[in-house]
């Protein structure tokens, strides 16, 4: 049978697929394919049969096959088909299975002559076959009958190209002898997704159908119309046989006789019929699955070694063991408690790298999102003149004050520290959410056992919410310790003397640090018109003076800048179509932006990089619009309002010492907060953790129930233990795998631009003999030059240029340019079948 070693590959394959599948699981192999590609009534069906050995596939004239097939052989002791679609039931009459095949094609296709690119899966096992996973296609058709579309040929041809396009599947073209090579549709379509011929295997029937006295023997040596692979030539039964119930058997004994008695052929017989081809295909098959196992076996144990761990902790495992749950439930806790102290804490180990979570959107919740929610409250410039203005007349009453008073000052003071309230509160709901869902990514590792998971959590999170409401009452203190005392004698403050030079001296501190850079990145401009080329994405620079954007992170070539006077910034509301969030950025006195544009819209990935940014525009002096829902008579009121020169001096004089004390107490406040919700809250959770929880679940219930196992749990630990001994299994079978047979290396490349197909290749030329089909009785002169020295010949049959003298090739069949890049004719080494 050829190279037994080889062929003994598969056996061990198969075993190995029946180690996965008793897992469920699939043996990645990517074994070849081999299709059976040619036109109608080429004797596709034929072939198959003669693998078989068994009558078993639909026949009649037009076209018969009209699914796919694909058909696995498999060597076994005993004769029978079955079918994918029906599972379990074995046929032992192969007239059963043509009728199977007719009915299956007819359900899903019709009774007219319809197709279905759907494949029909038959697996035959017998002692008479090699190990070959076949697919047998439609034949390619022209003009479309019955319910089949106009388009048929081009969906034959789309249907064929779904199978043949992959790099493993090997493609045997089926012409038949009495048709013209040169124009097989096989051929081209084969060329088409195989132009190196690396793949591509010729087989040509119906030799005993030629006229008398002409032959193939050129086409068979691979003389006259070469393939890299050559062509083997098979001799079918004959309609009146199959009619006549002629036995396969006797069939390919007259194949035999055929090749051995005709002069043409006689002499490479042992390189032509049915059996040969059988070997040379499962030769290509087992090539390939040797040259697949190293680095199946190198993935296979990557998985055992991944397993290894997991297996040893189930191995022995009882899950109603008592002492097992006790030391389980000590463990879960345990782990419990290191993982949220990591995610609080930091750690090095199995550190996220696609968001914040946990200590790290604590610190940003404290120094990005709280800072900013202060700023958010402070009131509109014109609404706090106001009220300074306001409150400095109802002080004076009836009167007209000669000094500024200081009881204006505390009460506006007093109104903005009060003001304060709402975002301390929101910054403590913010961190309690983040310490819930921090507790919840923590209680994943407990999901294998549900009772306790859901009552490790009901324990901490309650534990926070009561914590929450301490938190909040030591806010709400802090907030009223500042406003039970206004310390105006405050290092920092500037007092009613400085408060005159506050102006001239905030600006020369802004001068000073004009230059400094608060943040770099990447932003998107979104409202670029399509015209101008649409949404593009810079690199931004934020200063405390400007806002400048470049090309790119190199900051060489400069776009645009910024400055940032009368700026404010707003949210955009997210479009429908866009996965980008924006914010913009607008000028308080209705000026343009950039060039034309009123606003600019920036657009980031996340909201939370919205927020960053707000926040860093918020530290170089862009605040966030204000929207103050007024009366109309107030506004008319405040439109009509005015001052005389002393009120205003007494105003300006308020609104700068008011700005001081409020820096002194925001400063202050920001320092504080995290602070206190660091000790009442953070650090008291983790304490809780770690010398309650395991308390509070033994007072909760039966510690039993609580380390009851999963559903899931128990079927994830069967299949690790079923998937490590099935890995296992399969690493020593393939162990047992000889590496040591002979491989007959790959045919010398030919000239095979003769083939039509796509890509501009060359068409046959036209001459007498081209024009007579294979029967031609003319044998023109050979056109592939023997393989350069030192090298081994073709593959099998295809290397019989030893049998007759070399001649010149003809002008008319080659490309000027192939002389030039054949070597000079030398001997070969004949290569055994």
């Given amino acids: 049978m050829g190279n037994r070693g080889m062929e003994d590959l598969i056996p061990l394959v198969n075993k190995l697929q029946d180690a996965f599948s008793s897992i469920g699981q699939a043996c990645n192999l990517d074994l070849p394919q081999i299709a059976v590609v040619g036109g109608q009534s080429a004797g596709k069906s034929s072939v198959l049969e003669n693998f078989v050995g068994r009558d078993f596939l639909p026949r009649g004239s037009g076209i018969v096959t009209r ?32 009728q199977e095949i007719e009915g299956e094609t007819d359900r899903v296709t019709g009774a007219n002559k319809g197709i279905s690119a759907v494949p029909i899966n038959l697996r035959v096992y017998s002692p008479h076959v090699l190990n070959l996973t076949l697919i047998d296609l439609p034949g390619i058709t022209k003009v479309p009958v019955g ?56 087989v040509i029937t119906k030799l005993d159908l030629m006229d008398e006295g002409t032959d193939a023997r050129e086409i068979l040596e691979n003389k006259l119309l070469p393939l890299r692979r ?22 390919l004994e007259a194949e035999r006789k055929f090749f051995l008695s005709h002069a043409s052929y006689r002499h490479m017989a042992e390189k032509m019929g049915t059996p040969r081809l059988q070997r040379v295909l ?25 397993l290894d761990k997991e297996a040893e902790e189930y191995r022995g495992y009882r899950p109603d063991d008592p002492s097992r749950k006790t030391k389980q439930l000590l463990q879960m806790v345990q782990q419990f408690s290191v993982d949220f102290e990591k995610r609080i804490e930091g750690s090095g180990d199995q550190v996220d790298t696609v968001e914040l979570s946990g200590g790290a959107k604590i610190n940003r919740i404290f120094h990005e999102r709280f800072p900013f929610e202060l700023v958010k409250m402070e009131c509109d410039e014109k609404e706090m003149r106001r009220e300074i203005s306001y409150a400095i007349k109802n002080i004076h009453g009836i009167r007209t004050g000669l000094f500024t008073p200081d009881m204006a000052f505390e009460a506006i003071v007093k109104k903005q520290v009060i003001k304060l309230k709402g975002p301390c509160v929101k910054c403590v709901d913010m961190v309690i959410q983040e310490l819930i869902n921090t507790v919840r990514q923590c ?21 926070i919410r009561d914590r929450e409401s301490r938190a909040k009452d030591q806010v709400l203190l802090l907030i009223d310790i500042q406003l039970s005392y206004i310390n105006t004698n405050h290092e920092d403050f500037i007092g009613f003397a400085n408060a005159q030079q506050r102006s001239s001296q905030a600006s020369k501190s802004q001068s000073s640090a004009g230059n400094q850079v608060i943040r770099k990145g990447w932003l998107t401009i979104n409202n670029i018109s399509i015209m101008k080329g649409g949404a593009k994405e810079y690199w931004f620079v ?69 927020e960053s940014w707000k926040s860093s525009l918020l530290r170089a002096g862009v605040y966030p619009e204000k929207v103050f829902a007024v009366e109309s008579e107030t506004t008319a009121a405040t439109e009509n309002f005015s001052m005389d020169p002393q009120l205003e001096r ?45 308390a509070q679940l033994y007072s909760a219930g039966d510690q039993n129930a609580l380390m009851d196992e999963s559903q899931e749990q128990a079927q994830r630990r069967d299949e690790v233990l079923r998937t490590h001994q099935a890995l296992k299994e399969a690493l020593a079978i393939i162990g047992d795998i000889s590496t040591t047979t002979f491989t007959v290396p790959m045919p010398p490349p030919v000239d095979s631009s003769w083939v039509g197909g796509a890509g501009g290749r ?72």
């Fill in 542 to 610: 934020l200063t405390a003076e400007s806002f400048s954007w470049f090309k790119d992170d190199e900051e060489k070539e400069k776009k645009y800048m910024l400055p940032l006077d009368n700026l404010k910034v707003r949210d955009v509301e997210k479009s429908f179509m866009s996965s980008k969030h924006i914010f913009c950025i607008f000028n308080t006195e209705s000026r343009n932006v950039y060039k034309d544009n009123r606003t600019l819209e920036l657009a980031c990935d996340s909201q939370e990089d919205v």
């Fill in 230 to 251: 050559g062509y083997i030539g098979v001799v079918n039964r004959s309609q009146k046989d199959i009619d006549g119930k002629k036995d396969i058997k006797a069939a």
């Fill in 443 to 463: 209680s994943n590792k407990l999901e294998c056992f549900p009772m306790l998971r859901e009552e490790t959590e009901r324990i901490v999170t309650s534990h």
């Fill in 67 to 98: 699914r796919p097939l694909v058909l696995q052989l498999i060597s076994a002791t005993a004769e029978w088909a079955e079918f994918l679609h029906c599972k379990g039931k074995k046929f032992t009459d192969f007239d059963e299975v043509r």
């Fill in 282 to 306: 499962n030769e290509q098959l087992t090539n390939h699955i040797r040259d697949t196992l190293p680095a199946f076996r190198s993935k296979l144990q990557s998985q055992l070694l991944a």
């Fill in 147 to 202: 319910d089949q579309p106009v388009d048929i040929e081009q969906q034959i041809r789309d249907m064929i190209m779904q199978f043949i396009t992959r790099e493993s599947c090997l493609i045997l073209a089926v012409t038949p002898a009495n048709s013209d090579l040169a124009n097989s549709d096989a051929l081209k379509l084969a060329k088409d997704v195989d132009p190196q011929g690396l793949r591509t295997i010729g």
């Fill in 762 to 833: 060359r068409s046959p030329p036209s001459s007498p003999t081209s024009s007579r089909r294979m029967s031609s009785g003319q044998r023109p002169a050979p056109r592939g030059a023997p393989p350069p020295p030192n090298r081994p010949g073709p593959l099998g049959p295809f290397n019989n240029s030893a049998d007759s003298p070399q001649a010149p090739s003809r002008p008319n069949r080659a490309p000027p340019s192939i002389p030039s890049r054949r070597p000079p004719p030398s001997p070969t080494r004949q290569v055994p079948p």
């Fill in 650 to 694: 007494k105003v300006e004089t308020i609104r700068n010492l008011v700005d001081s004390y409020m820096a002194i107490v925001n400063k202050c406040i920001r320092d504080l907060m995290p602070k206190a919700i660091m000790h009442l809250m953070i650090n008291n959770v983790k304490d809780f953790i770690n010398a309650e929880l395991l």
